[in-house]
Each structure stands twice: as C-alpha cells, then as structure tokens.
C-alpha cells in the first residue's frame, strides 16, 4: 500500500525557516518524480514544487521561487521541501504528492502538514 | 502563472447530471492533454478522478467522465449521487514546466 506521511509542520515568525518531510513507503520511491502542493485555509489547491525521480531536476511556483528549496533522499524514502524567509500567505497545510510514472497527474498524496506563520 | 478558470459551484439532484468547466489558455490546457481533476472532501486530501483529459483511475465510478475542447476541458458525472458532493479541482501542464491548478468547484447534491 503506498503511503506519504508528512510531518515538520508548526507554528513559525513571519522571516523564520521551517523543513517539512515526507516518508513515503509501499513503493519504488527513486523511480517517481514527487511534488509539493498547499492549501492556505477555506482556499484552493496551489502547486508549489516538482522533483525528478533522481533528484536533479526541480521546478518551483513564482510564488516560492528563491524561497523555499525541494529535495529528496532516495536512501531514505524522504521528500524534503526546506522554507525559508517564510510570509504570512505561506500559512497552508502542505501535501506530498506523488506524481504518475508518465503524465503529470498526481494519484497519491500525504494527509498534510500545517504551517502557521504568524507573530 | 493564473489558476485556471471554474464556476464556483455547481448543483444537482440526485440522479441527475452535471458538468464542470475548467478554463485555461494556449499555454496549458490549450496545448497539453495533462489535464486531471482531483476530488477533495472537507478535511481530506485530495483524490484523483480523472487523469490525461479522460481517463479514470482505478476504483472511480464510471458516472465521472472527462474531456477537451480547445482551452477548456469539463468534467461530467453522469448521475449525481449524495457522496459526490466535494470540492473538485482541475489541473494542467504548462509550457513553463510547471502545474497549475483550477479556482475549485463547489458540488451540492439538493
């Protein structure tokens, strides 16, 4: 059975870095490309960040571009997003999402982590 | 990147058919046929209903159906049933390598 559990979340200050991860298991993590997506509270679904199945390749929202970092450890079965300079629109519960093996569909995801960045 | 465009709710009997748009540009939905769409409960993560414009995963009934015409793409249920009601949320590719998700559809079952 393949699950995403993600944990890292809390309560940080506007300015402050936060390190989400996301265990995944029940499947080949290293050949699937992973995903970040949020949901800032009573709002819509946002993409924030894909990741190659290697790891080398990465692309970002505009929104998080420069900002926020996604990575992996495919020794570990661990999807990583590091979020740095973090603003109050950032408050979200964040979901690790795994990507089809073609398509960019996303047929599996976490149950979420909340960030709060609030003073 | 702009969410790509959907009504903000949509209703129906049971029993009944609805369908919800999903508008884009020729940068996404126009050009790409990387188009899903995502069922989401209160609380819940989101669930995948139809992926590639039309195709249905594993386990999702065959009242959900998908399709394209030019920049738009919809998804239909075929007979509205109490459990359908959700939030239901489109997606595509871009030309800028990246996803973009729609605003959200509201779905009540009356």
């Known amino acids: 059975e393949v699950q995403l559990v993600e944990s890292g979340g809390g309560l940080v200050l506007p300015g402050g870095s936060l390190r989400l991860s996301c265990a995944a298991s029940?499947?080949?993590?290293?050949?699937?490309?992973m995903n970040w997506v949020r949901q800032a509270p009573g709002k819509g679904l946002e993409w924030v960040s894909y990741?190659?199945?290697?790891?080398?390749?990465?692309y970002y929202a505009d929104s998080v571009k420069g900002r926020f970092s996604i990575s992996r450890d495919n020794a570990k079965n661990s999807l990583y997003l590091q979020m740095n300079s973090l603003r109050a629109e950032d408050t979200a519960v964040y979901y690790c999402?795994?990507?089809?093996?073609?398509?960019?569909?996303?047929?599996?995801w976490g149950q979420g982590a909340l960030v709060t960045v609030s003073s | 990147q702009s969410a790509l465009t959907q009504p903000a709710s949509v209703s129906g009997s049971p029993g009944q058919p609805i369908t919800i748009s999903c508008t884009g540009t020729?940068?996404?939905?126009?050009?790409?046929?990387?188009v899903s769409w995502y069922q989401q409960h209160p609380g819940k993560a989101p669930k995948l209903m139809i992926y590639d414009v039309s195709n249905r995963p594993s386990g999702v009934p065959d009242r959900f159906s998908g399709s394209k015409s030019g920049n738009t793409a919809s998804l239909s249920i075929s007979g509205l049933q109490a459990e359908d009601e959700a939030d239901y949320y489109c997606?595509?590719?871009?030309?800028?390598?990246?996803?973009?998700f729609g605003t959200g559809t509201k779905v009540t079952v009356l």
């Open positions: 999402a795994r990507q089809a093996r073609t398509g960019w569909d996303l047929g599996y």
């Open positions: 029940g499947f080949t993590f290293n050949t699937y490309e």
């Open positions: 020729s940068s996404d939905v126009g050009i790409y046929n990387y």
């Open positions: 990741i190659d199945a290697s790891g080398t390749l990465m």
């Open positions: 997606s595509s590719f871009t030309s800028s390598s990246t996803l973009v």
